[in-house]
């Protein structure tokens, strides 16, 4: 299916890859949401309300098209419809693809969307960021050194080659500049070698300099033959006289022109000067500006007309009918558009560069990492020196005590420390996920599974600085079973509190809310941890909750696998002396035989919070169109 367009300007652009021209069609197309409460409550009896109304169009290739109206006009609702990236609502009409019906999980293969945000990863560079996309997006069967070559020439038809090593950064804060961030969203969708690409104010909040070089990057695309579509909000007379065709709305969601700009915009300011009682356009005027001006409703008002329905009795409206019929059947000998497989890649493909995004943006994260390893590495020398060899001198009561409260309280300091640490960062990422996750280049599993195994590799360093400081210092035994156990319940606690982390975040709107969440459900596991209170003095009906906390099962392993089996008598004031195993299980209920069973719940811990997560990135998307 896929061949080479022979234009002379494409030649002179030269594609390594090759792609299919595509058109796009649509007929009749409405978009309703449910009736917002505010407008209920102002009396509108109505259950839903319109956005569009009987839209109608079609876009072609190598032929750019800017779409424009005033703010509410339905821009970017109608651009979100045809793309396919509304998570609401409900759509009539018809849309096909070069003749064939439009099935989304296809068409997001074909197509490119280029949002207004600019959202990226922050901590990888502009070529990691191209690289990573047509890793994902390309077939299967394009090899390596093909795949380097289209990125490092998209690089250059987009003018990103002199900064390809710069870090992209967050907006405004660091990184790149929001024009060159405006020309690597508009690369990272090249990169998948898309035949359609829609634009969403690709010059939005840039200086006019700023703005031409994003528009030649534009003009570059549309000449290798693709078909592009850019919302525009009042635009400059340079930029508005770049496209080739308008589908200009008025507020409502209605059509009011559709057709070819012309040479100086001639063409648009014909049909409008032939309607009765629209004035001419003054020399030297914007025909953009103007344009805007006289379609207002206001302006309808004044003049008695509607725009929308002198359009729909228009010759342009009935050729654009024709067009759409033209283009709305397939061509003879042709074939839909058809993929073996969901993604591009195999699941394998889809984890391996995944993690490898991941790799890259924790090592590029300095303040995260090292915050995290200078707290744990504190804590560590802090309670190993405050309690510098207590387990080798446990003699009274109090020594148990002294020793078990230093474990809980580095489990408490340690796990939040992770649970609040990792939260602003997989926020972060979920946004970049949502775009990722709509341009079909992965599935969510192989995202949750790529976060999750560089988060452990991380957490197992930590675990290795903490347990080699607090083991030496504290004095516990030497003796393998011991060493390993201590290690293992410390790596699956600051493993699960950390997913716990992740998960809040995956269930709720942003970090902030995560944040409050926090707060209260870590009181409650601090306060059930069973060393504030010992489940032996807890409430019969309320010990069940014991049992689903998590920390409490990590100081059960900890303290069990280091004291359980000590037969050392204990001093006990105002009491007969007891061995140690006898006071642990007789004051905390901790029995070393049931150590397996703690073993294989920390496991059951770290899978629960693994699945919500994932279902919840999968299933939940905060981010409303």
């Avoid at 391996?352 to 590029?364: I, M, N, P, T, V």
């Amino acid at each position: 299916m896929a061949v080479r367009n022979a234009s002379h300007r494409e030649k002179r652009k030269g594609m390594v890859m090759p792609f299919q021209p595509l058109s796009l069609a649509f007929n009749h197309v409405n978009y309703y949401v449910d009736m917002p409460a505010e407008m209920k409550s102002e009396g509108i009896d109505e259950d839903r309300l319109q956005l569009l109304h009987d839209a109608s169009g079609a876009f072609r290739p190598g032929v750019l098209t800017a779409l424009i109206g005033v703010s509410g006009a339905g821009k970017t609702t109608l651009m979100d419809v045809l793309a396919g990236r509304k998570t609401g609502g409900y759509i009539e009409g018809s849309i096909s693809i070069s003749g064939y019906p439009k099935n989304q999980t296809t068409f997001a293969r074909v197509s490119g969307y280029c949002e207004q945000n600019d959202i990226h990863s922050p901590n990888v560079t502009v070529y990691e960021s191209l690289l990573f996309s047509a890793w994902l997006r390309l077939p299967s069967d394009v090899n390596t050194q093909t795949r380097k070559m289209f990125v490092e020439e998209i690089m250059e038809l987009v003018e990103l080659k002199s900064i390809k090593d710069a870090l992209v950064g967050l907006p405004g804060i660091n990184g790149l500049s929001i024009e060159q961030r405006k020309r690597l969203t508009i690369a990272v969708e090249l990169v998948a070698n898309p035949s359609i690409i829609f634009m969403d104010e690709p010059t939005s909040g840039l200086d006019a300099r700023a703005a031409a070089i994003v528009m030649r990057t534009v003009r570059n695309t549309v000449d290798t033959g693709r078909t592009v579509v850019c919302t525009i909000h009042q635009p400059s007379i340079d930029i508005f006289e770049a496209f080739d065709e308008l589908f200009l709305m008025k507020r409502g969601g209605q059509v009011i022109y559709a057709g070819p700009l012309g040479y100086h915009s001639q063409q648009l300011i014909e049909y409008f000067e032939a309607i009765p009682g629209v004035p001419r356009i003054n020399d030297g005027c914007n025909p953009a500006t103007w344009m805007l001006e006289i379609s207002t409703p206001s302006y309808e008002a004044q003049l008695g007309i509607d725009f929308s329905e002198i359009y729909a009795n228009s010759t342009l409206y009935l050729n654009n009918q024709e067009l759409i019929k033209e283009l709305s059947t397939p061509p003879p000998g042709s074939n839909d558009l058809h993929f073996p497989t969901k993604y591009s890649q195999s699941f394998f493909v889809q984890c391996k560069a995944c993690f490898w995004k991941q790799y890259w943006s924790y090592w590029r994260n300095p303040s995260y990492n090292s915050t995290r390893f200078f707290f744990t590495i504190s804590i560590a020398l802090l309670f190993g020196l405050i309690f510098l060899n207590k387990a080798k001198n446990i003699k009274k009561q109090q020594d148990v005590w002294d020793l078990l409260g230093a474990m809980y309280t580095a489990v408490m300091f340690l796990g939040t420390q992770n649970t609040m640490g990792v939260q602003p960062i997989v926020d972060i990422e979920r946004t970049v996920l949502y775009r990722e996750r709509a341009a079909g280049m992965y599935s969510t599993l192989t995202y949750a599974i790529s976060q999750v195994a560089v988060e452990t590799i991380y957490n197992a360093i930590q675990t290795t600085l903490f347990s080699v400081i607090i083991y030496s210092l504290i004095g516990f035994e030497w003796r393998a079973a011991k060493v390993f156990s201590f290690y293992y319940f410390m790596l699956v606690c600051l493993i699960y509190y950390t997913l716990y982390g992740m998960m809040i975040v995956a269930l709720t709107p942003s970090f902030q809310v995560a944040a409050i969440c926090n707060t209260f459900f870590l009181s409650i596991w601090n306060t059930f941890s069973g060393f504030v209170i010992p489940r032996t003095q807890i409430p019969i009906w309320w010990r069940w909750y014991y049992w689903l906390t998590p920390n409490a099962w990590t100081l059960y392993g900890i303290a069990t696998s280091q004291l359980g089996d000590e037969n050392a008598e204990v001093e006990i004031p105002g009491a007969e002396n007891m061995a140690l195993k006898e006071l642990l299980k007789k004051t905390f209920g901790y029995d070393h035989h049931f150590l397996p069973v703690v073993v294989i719940v920390h496991v059951a811990w770290v899978l629960l919070f693994l699945f919500v997560f994932s279902y919840g990135i999968k299933f939940l998307n905060f981010q409303k169109r």
